[in-house]
């Protein structure tokens, strides 16, 4: 049986795609960042995730969390070592909508964000 140690398993990593103005901050606080990323390095990164067995936290700009891909719905849909979420565009904040306010209307009603 292989033993690990608590600071192994309580370890992950931080990975931040997006713009380099967004990333740039991650940045200074030790994440992995990839600046001015795309759908296509979203999606290489995912895999390369996924292919290591990484246990990782990923935020992702919210246009590139937009565009989809196999491993981004993949690893939204089945959660567990590697959570996937959005951050609102440095660009564009005021636009941001996060997908679970769609829910809570759906549960609560239209009003209940108000």
């Keep these: 049986m292989k033993s690990e140690s608590p600071r192994s398993q309580a370890s992950g990593r ?7 103005g967004l990333t740039e901050g991650f940045n200074l606080i030790g ?3 990839y600046p001015d990323a795309d759908a296509a390095r979203v999606e290489a990164v995912l895999g390369q995730l996924v292919r290591e067995g990484a246990q990782a ?14 491993w981004l719905n993949r690893l939204r849909n089945e959660g567990g070592r590697i959570v ?6 440095l660009h564009a904040p ?9 829910v809570v209307r759906a ?4 009003e209940a964000l108000k």
């Design 14 to 20: 931080l990975v931040v795609l997006g713009s380099a």
């Design 31 to 33: 994440a992995e960042v």
């Design 57 to 70: 936290l990923v935020l992702v700009e919210a246009p590139l969390a937009h565009g989809g891909g196999h």
């Design 84 to 89: 996937v979420t959005e951050l609102p565009s």
């Design 94 to 102: 005021q636009d941001y909508a996060p997908a679970v306010d769609d």
């Design 107 to 110: 549960v609560l009603g239209p």
